[in-house]
């Protein structure tokens, strides 16, 4: 679990900011969704075919967030995801937003269940998943 | 179809709002979105048992919108609602987005479609809906 | 501060949810800051006059956030908001969403800091505020 | 004005989808927005520069939008950018967002209104932009 964090670039547009002028605090949590999808991607899996071929979502259990730094309209941030932990029914990811120059704007701790998609009741990460990520990271 | 519209009261937060200090476009569709809810829910119908029940979603279809006056952080708004035309398969509003004052800041002609919930093809109105809206409108 | 907490309702509108049948994660936190914006302004203080009369906005510093059970379309929601602890230019809050029967679906502690509008430099919190939170709460 | 539109791949994730299990549709006004804004930057244009040194917004002034075809989770998007008429204060727009097939889901009609940036009154567009725009389109 110790190699190079996953990084995902994005733009901040006017959707993302509020009238404070900078990037919505809710907005951080989207980015960070971003991440963790394409993450899951790169290992070969999609969101969409999990909730359909096997029933399974992946649910936010809980979230520890550091806003540190404000960003702003037309930024370019870069949103790295590294998997923290991995227990049998859920994965704890550690996740950074940052600025061009490696700034820290926001920081969090972040625990994911494997949940079934109808009822939302706990259940363990599939195999196939659990390996692509012990392998992966 | 004459009676006077359907209000609903609303708030403008940091989350509607975007770098330009005013409520961000895409808000005016939510604030309106809550509108035509609230407009069905006064006939007795909910979105969730339409789908669940009856395996229905209303969708749009197309929509007409200006963007007349902007919006700050903290106005007390109101949505007014009302069917312009009910036709078998669809319904057509006008919604207005307006001050306390009675200005118009935005305002939009709205199609919505009753679709089936899984596959989105277009379908009858329900008759009980239909008379609702005939009755209530 | 120990009085009873600041409530507010709400609704789940199809804006809030996502395609897993239920709302988005990054929506309690909407939900919390239209909590913390009405108890405030249950004190007597607005954000939008607040930046531009005093050139103060309260940002988000930290937030620890568990998501326990899922809210769904068209639920009624509240968000009770309590002052935990104010300090000389942050406030700490606890906030729940809780549903029509009192279950938690979502609890959070909040820090929130007195920020300068322009800069996001750390300010202290005005008398008029702190006084009326201490008497308030 | 016949030159072949700007496009911008993007990605469908959770954030863009409501219980209908599809995109919700004010989501495809901030995809649109996505893509003016990078089409003005491949102008050489930035929003928060405008405003900034020149004090300059583009603001919504109205828009006909068709939903033709709901997109998923995960679903791999285009939105196409053309600039249909320059006015003196005023571009309007046709956009697209299309599917890997090239199908169109949704297709707008946009009008965007050059203002200042503080009190929203209607402005010229500068001759630079105008210049980059008749050059580039």
Redesign the interface.
């Known amino acids: 679990m110790s190699r190079a964090p996953h990084t995902r670039p994005l733009?901040v547009?006017?959707?993302d900011?509020?009238?404070?002028?900078?990037v919505?605090?809710?907005?951080y949590?989207?980015f960070m969704?971003?991440g963790r999808?394409e993450w899951l991607r790169t290992l070969g899996f999609?969101?969409?075919?999990l909730?359909q071929e096997q029933g399974l979502?992946f649910?936010?259990?809980?979230?520890?967030?550091?806003?540190m730094?404000?960003a702003?309209?037309?930024a370019e941030l870069v949103v790295a995801t590294r998997v923290q932990r991995l227990r049998p029914a859920s994965i704890e990811f550690e996740q950074l937003v940052q600025d061009p120059q490696g700034n820290d704007l926001c920081r969090a701790i972040v625990l994911c269940a494997c949940v079934e998609?109808t009822r939302?009741r706990p259940t363990g990460i599939p195999q196939s998943i659990a390996e692509a990520i012990s392998g992966g990271n």
């Open positions: 733009r547009y006017y959707e900011t509020d009238a404070g002028g900078v919505y605090h809710a907005g949590l989207r969704e971003r999808t999609e969101q969409r075919r909730a979502l649910t936010l259990r809980r979230m520890e967030i550091d806003f730094m404000p702003r309209l037309d998609a939302f």
